[in-house]
């Protein structure tokens, strides 16, 4: 059977293969648009095996939010280049992963990524499919998903897509209520990036570790080991006001701290509130980034 122009185009548009590989395709399928596309994605999946292995350091963070505020999502998905994370078949596609995450209940990445994606397919050959067809690498690094009762849930985007966060606000109020107050508190996570939320939630093992950092720091400034025990404890009540982000001094207001604010527009609002939960998701912290060296890469395309 003759391969058109117009047949080529229409797979084109179906998959968003190059024109050749999609007229070789046709070709090697004797013009069965169904076979040329099941061709594309087989030669597809062994093009993003290759790229599979490749650092993906960019990327996007995306929120989604119950329309009653009372369950929340977010995802983080990467990129190898901060090109493809602002395309926007790339916003859409980690946009619509987030209303997924916050649609479902995912017990882990496995069970996400063997999710429907709309009639494309599970969300792994989607992913997939768009490495091949985008020409990098791809990954859906984390998500989480929160609904507790008595809790409403805001949140705030930073830079894009770089930094997001969802905070969640154990109150008697609606979402609505706690919008301003939410996002404010949203802010100062994504600003200040507090490791824990509050005393409570205090890492046993980090605080120890910080204990022994305080002593060595102390003793090496002469300090006699018999005080110690007695400097010790306010300088770890001092580091807990830094970590911890009920205790932080409030970014738009450094006179009170982060629950002080929090109060003050509770007792306005005559409803209780409680910052509950606080979820930060930074494109590809603790990944280790690829660093490039152009003048020895543009050497070794001329020695060629």
Not at 159 to 186: C, N, P, Y
Not at 299 to 304: D, G, V
Request: aromatic share 6%; hydrophobic share 45%.
């Amino acid at each position: 059977m003759a391969v058109t122009a117009t047949m080529v185009k229409e797979l084109r548009e179906m998959t968003g293969a190059g024109m050749m590989d999609c007229k070789k395709a046709l070709v090697e399928a004797d013009g069965d648009q169904d076979k040329a596309v099941e061709i594309l994605r087989e030669k597809g999946l062994s093009k993003a095996a290759k790229k599979a292995g490749r650092i993906a350091a960019e990327g996007l963070v995306k929120v989604a939010f119950a329309e009653d505020g009372k369950a929340a999502a977010i995802i983080e998905v990467n990129s190898e280049t901060d090109f493809v994370a602002k395309n926007e078949d790339f916003v859409d596609f980690v946009t619509k992963l987030a209303e997924m995450v916050l649609a479902g209940d995912y017990a882990n990445m496995d069970e996400f990524m063997a999710a429907e994606y709309g009639d494309e397919g599970t969300v792994q050959e989607v992913l997939t499919n768009r490495i091949a067809t985008i020409g990098e690498n791809l990954t859906i690094r984390r998500f989480e998903k929160v609904a507790a009762d008595g809790t409403a849930y805001a949140g705030y985007i930073h830079g894009g897509g770089k930094i997001g966060v969802v905070v969640g606000i154990e109150t008697e109020a609606s979402a609505d209520e706690i919008q301003v107050v939410g996002k404010d508190v949203a802010m100062q996570v994504a600003s200040m990036n507090p490791k824990f939320l509050d005393d409570t939630e205090v890492d046993h093992d980090w605080l120890e570790s910080e204990k022994k950092i305080a002593r060595e720091q102390l003793l090496n400034e002469g300090k006699p080991e018999a005080m110690l025990d007695k400097i010790i404890p306010g300088k770890v009540k001092a580091l807990l006001k830094e970590v911890c982000l009920v205790n932080q001094k409030f970014v738009k207001d450094g006179d009170v701290t982060v629950e002080q604010y929090v109060d003050s527009v509770a007792k306005e609002a005559g409803k209780p509130m409680k910052v509950a939960k606080m979820i930060r998701f930074e494109v590809g912290e603790g990944i280790e980034k690829k660093q490039e060296d152009f003048a020895a890469e543009v050497a070794a395309q001329m020695n060629k």
